[in-house]
């Protein structure tokens, strides 16, 4: 590999060495003939030329210019791929059904997910390769999360491998596995509901507060939080952590049944909040490390 290009595709992403291991992977995967493939950053378009032999059309996001380039000249008699060059979370995606293969940057792996799975069509089925540890939060192990919870009642969870570090160059310093995302027909929740469980989750777990009680004091009444101590079976002394996938969406069912308009009005919007929230707190780190970037330059 030339030593030009290694700045750049190294920076945050680790390539498959072995085709056969992608061949493999692909043999266990559901992408057909008929199907329509986005692929997050190809780099020199291994995994490409493979999907290009097996599915319908392949559509290949790459950032960096100097890899866009070696895949337009690469790809150029293939009809049924197409390279982009951009950002793939400025990326607009289809309104129709699609599929995804990936082995992404681990640097930006929740932004990838989130941007997949928020969409208003998001992918009939995704494999993306990604840290073991970042999985686990999606999975929801060894308890469920705030992105975990956010996730699941859209798509079905599961790690289908478990890659060796020396699979990949450069070789990574954590385990990496492959995520697979399978969008459920029909959802968990009722689209409907889709913003409003949402919400009751994201408020759930960023009211700071040490128990579910003390949280969902400020939802229910004390009788109400009693009967759902009785017939959902979980110990109000517990963390939000501790309760199931299936509880969180009973208690939802709940709280949609007994709620009042101040309660309603208590809760709308936490998702968009803890986002601005999200974002203030980039802007500042971002800000923060540019000025200390820059008190450590030399003068001109």
């Given amino acids: 590999m030339s030593s030009s290009f290694r700045p750049s595709i190294f920076y945050a ?42 599915c319908k059309q392949v559509i290949a996001i790459e950032k960096d210019p100097r890899l866009s380039a070696l895949l337009f000249q690469k790809f150029v008699s293939m009809p049924n791929v ?72 859209w798509f079905e969870v599961e790690i289908v491998h478990r890659f060796r570090r020396k699979d990949f160059v450069p070789e990574p310093r954590v385990d990496v596995v492959m995520l697979r995302l399978r969008k459920r027909g029909p959802p968990l929740v009722n689209p409907a509901d889709k913003q409003c469980f949402r919400d009751f989750v994201v408020y759930g777990f960023t009211t700071w507060r040490p128990t579910l009680s003390s ?34 969406l009973n208690v939802f069912e709940y709280y949609k049944n007994v709620g009042n308009e101040q309660v309603i009005d208590r809760i709308v919007g936490s998702e968009k909040r803890l986002l601005q929230e999200q974002k203030r707190l980039q802007k500042v780190h971002r800000t923060r490390k540019y000025w200390r970037k820059q008190a450590g330059r030399p003068y001109q």
Wanted: charged share 25%; with cysteine.
């Fill in 215 to 248: 949280i969902l004091k400020g939802i229910f009444t004390w009788q109400q939080l009693k009967h759902m101590r009785r017939e959902l079976a979980f110990d109000l002394d517990a963390t939000p952590t501790s309760l199931s996938m299936e509880q969180w």
């Fill in 82 to 153: 197409t390279i982009h060059e951009g950002d793939f979370l400025h990326y607009r995606l289809p309104r129709k059904p699609y599929k995804v293969f990936a082995n992404i940057p681990f640097n930006i792996t929740t932004a990838i997910v989130t941007r997949l799975t928020a969409e208003e069509y998001p992918p009939e089925d995704a494999y993306l390769a990604m840290q073991k540890e970042a999985a686990g939060m999606f999975v929801g192990r060894p308890h469920e999360c705030l992105r975990s919870l956010l996730l699941k009642p």
């Fill in 13 to 54: 992403q680790h390539f498959l060495k072995d085709p056969r291991l992608v061949t493999s992977l692909l043999n266990r995967c559901t992408i057909g003939y008929d199907d329509v493939v986005y692929e997050i950053g190809p780099g020199k378009g291994m995994i490409t030329e493979q999907l290009a032999q097996r």
